[in-house]
């Protein structure tokens, strides 16, 4: 089992910044791919972006240029560093692990990821 728990969130105005961290515990994540979904109220969880085991990313087109993913791997960590938000960002944010060490391949299926943390609330203003 894994454990994940997302913090970072909060309320910033638009244009401005958050950074997102999501540790894991349980087991170590280093080699499998970990992602970043969002939701928000009335829709579907949405992929937002994905890193894999040796550095490779994947993002919602939308946030391209504008949101970075990374991990630490010695910390059992990924972040997720936002710029420039916009009103439309804000959803509740999930951080899911996808238990397959040495796994390359993004997925922006939620049904891919098999752990998921309680998500972090993201509110930008206008």
């Known amino acids: 089992q894994v454990q994940l728990v997302e913090s970072g969130g909060g309320l910033v105005q638009a244009g401005g910044s958050l950074r997102l961290s999501c540790v894991a515990s349980?087991?170590?994540?280093?080699?499998?791919?970990m992602g970043w979904f969002r939701q928000a109220p009335g829709k579907e969880r949405e992929f937002v972006s994905a890193i894999n085991w040796i550095g490779n990313t994947r993002y919602l087109d939308s946030v391209k240029g504008r949101f970075t993913i990374s991990r630490d791997n010695a910390k059992n960590t990924v972040y997720l560093q936002m710029n420039g938000l916009k009103p439309d960002d804000t959803a509740v944010y999930f951080c899911a692990v996808k238990y397959n060490n040495y796994e390359t391949t993004l997925y922006d299926e939620s049904y891919r990821y098999d752990y998921w943390g309680q998500g972090t609330q993201v509110t930008v203003s206008s």
């Open positions: 349980g087991r170590t994540v280093s080699k499998t791919p």
